[in-house]
């Protein structure tokens, strides 16, 4: 039973428009999130995170938000770009596992020109 | 370079042949980590080391071994592969621990067992 989901697993968004990607959870021990980018052939790379004390962390063109009540977070990316065409992948870690991390399965972004 | 480096980038081999996946890293981080990425699954966590000496298991440790000698290294092995262990496999790295501190990814090792 997958602890992170990641229902969509691919969206497809015009060049300039914002891309939103969302993650739900199960745990509710979960406190802190984390989303990675990953393109073919390559390892993923940290994008952005946030706490559970927070409800958005923001970092240039990239938003998380967190809604803790609903266990959901959203990526947002705005504007999109074609370089960010690539999976995207969700993450979690409990209080109780301190450094154990569980990914979702990810959602594979195209940004169309 | 900052970097994380895995090998080999693949591998085949047959069921119950030993190997090894070496993961190296140069920048002094102190955790470092195993995943598995399966479609449809994700990246699971195999194990993860929080410094030299000392390693815990993730969500998937069943058939692996690891272990921290030293800092910059965390083999990943396999003492008797069977073809439910086909994947791509990760190293990652980061300063201290997984959250807060940027992780770093190696390439990516796949490996094929037949």
């Known amino acids: 039973d997958q602890q992170v989901k990641q229902n969509s697993p691919s969206l497809s968004v015009q060049e300039g428009r914002i891309s939103i990607l969302n993650c739900d959870y199960t745990n509710s021990m979960f406190d802190y999130f984390l989303w990675y980018k990953k393109y073919p052939a390559e390892g993923p790379t940290f994008l952005i995170s946030i706490s559970s004390i927070k409800d958005k962390n923001e970092d240039g063109r990239f938003t998380v938000f967190l809604n803790k009540s609903a266990k959901h977070l959203s990526l947002h990316i705005v504007p999109s770009q074609p370089g960010d065409s690539a999976v995207y992948f969700c993450a979690a870690m409990s209080q109780t596992s301190y450094d154990k991390v569980i990914f979702g399965p990810g959602t594979s972004l195209s940004v169309i020109p | 370079e900052a970097q994380v480096t895995q090998n080999p980038r693949y591998l085949i081999t047959v069921t119950g042949k030993k190997l090894t996946v070496t993961c190296s890293q140069n920048?002094?981080?102190?955790?470092m980590s195993w995943y598995r990425q399966d479609p449809g699954l994700g990246l699971r966590q195999i194990y993860y080391s929080m410094n030299v000496e000392v390693t815990d298991k993730g969500d998937v440790p069943e058939g692996y071994k690891v272990s921290r000698k030293e800092k910059r290294n965390f083999p990943l092995i396999l003492e008797s592969p069977s073809p439910n262990q086909t994947s791509l496999y990760f190293c990652?790295?980061?300063?201290?621990?997984?959250?807060?501190?940027?992780?770093?990814f190696g390439q990516g090792t796949r490996l094929t067992v037949v």
């Open positions: 920048m002094n981080h102190e955790y």
């Open positions: 990652a790295s980061s300063l201290e621990s997984a959250r807060g501190t940027e992780a770093f």
